[in-house]
């Protein structure tokens, strides 16, 4: 484990309520891994948005919301120092194999570590990111992600929305279903979820239902929201 204090250098609005901080520095992590960041005398944790090849920062993108310590983070300055640790957690980016990430809203974070890291260093693997969101302006990193398609042939993004009505949404509706994953069944891929504990153990057991073996899937709950 690692201990860094590290300046606050950026926040940036992805929606109306999700932030990324950018912070100084960084720490040797595989992508997918979080960290402890401490504001005031608490530390929660949030997994690393930035890739590992990215040195002179790292990116920790969360929900906001009225709790004490998010007031407290929002409410910091620019060169404010903060108190970094880990790198923490097995939600692992296998190199070798393809990839098929299901995720549900703020659980796209370490999908954004790994898939930044595959572009970066050219990995062969194909991987296709399957991003559930409420409304269209509640996707985060849409920008980034279809310059990041545009940047890695290998990589698909495939994004659904669960309240459509009345939008203008020409995508797809819904949340992810046994239809939509078995779009991508032949190529043998490993298999991430990511998001709200609901929402992991629902698309977790639509795995389990369609006879992908636990060797295959792995997953990572995001509890606190």
Known sequence: MQTMISVLTRKKEETHDIKTFRFAGSMDFRPGQFVMLKVGEKSEAFSVCSSPTEKD?????????????KRALDAAAIGDSFEIKGPYGVFLLDENRDAVMLAGGIGVTPFMSMIKYATAKKLPAKITLLYSSRTPEDIAFRKE??????ENKNLRVIHTVTRAEGLQWSGRKGRIDENMIREFLKRQPVFYVCGPPAMVDGTVQILKDIDIEENRIKREKFTGY
């Open 57 to 69: 920062y790292m990116d920790l993108t969360m929900k906001m919301t009225d709790s004490d310590y």
């Open 145 to 150: 992600l279809e310059e990041l398609q545009k």
